[in-house]
């Protein structure tokens, strides 16, 4: 079976948090390809300042170069309106080849925001989550202790959810499973790299340099 995680985001721009983070998820969930999915018109930054779609694809496109099994598809710029995950996820799902598992692949900071999305409810029907969690989230001590990630989910997704003895993910009786991915993150964010590309310093530490010396050509964060 054809495994495939599906990595949705901004990537404004994309850095090398989010390339090590889908390294090691690939490598821990046996998956055979990672799809980036920049998206167009994010439904919860609309009315703030987004880099057009054409540049952050563009960005990802040079960052992914030369690596084997990532790849980026422009299905969501190319999709008019807001880039809402449900329909993302249906698309892939009816256009996947053969036997394909298919997990949507989401960031801590991301994932606290899902209750949010359109139809919420219908991406946990149809796609398991792999959610890139923080340290220290849920500690074992002989019995689980209650953790603000677990909150999240028995108050905002679902109460049916529960551990499993192994704390690796949540099962659901009708949903699809929640699966934990402990990592240590690299110290990266978008914001910071854009100021420091505003205020003149070098990002390179933080981004490919291919993606650096684009963003400095054609000008951005400036």
Known sequence: MNRVGLFGGTFDPIHRGHLTAAKKVKKAFMLDEVV??????????????????????????????????????????RRPGPSYTVDTVRFFLENAHGKTQM?????????LEMHTWKSFEKILEQ?????????????????????????????????????SEDGTRYQHPR????????????????TDIRKGVQSGKSVRAWVPETVETYLIEKGLYR
Do not use: W
């Open 175 to 190: 949903l699809k499973p929640i699966h934990l991915f402990q990592n240590t993150l690299l110290k990266i964010s978008s």
């Open 36 to 77: 980036f999915i920049p998206s167009a018109v994010p439904p919860h930054k609309e009315g703030s300042r987004v880099t057009p779609a054409a540049d952050r694809l563009a960005m990802l496109r040079l960052a992914l170069t030369g690596t084997n099994g990532f790849k980026v598809t422009d299905c969501e710029i």
């Open 127 to 163: 796609i398991p989550l792999i959610v890139i969690r923080r340290p220290g989230g849920i500690s074992h001590s002989g019995s689980i202790s209650v953790s603000a990630l677990e909150v999240f989910i028995t108050t905002n997704l679902s109460c049916d959810y529960r551990l």
């Open 103 to 111: 997990y949507l692949i989401l960031g801590h900071d991301a994932f």
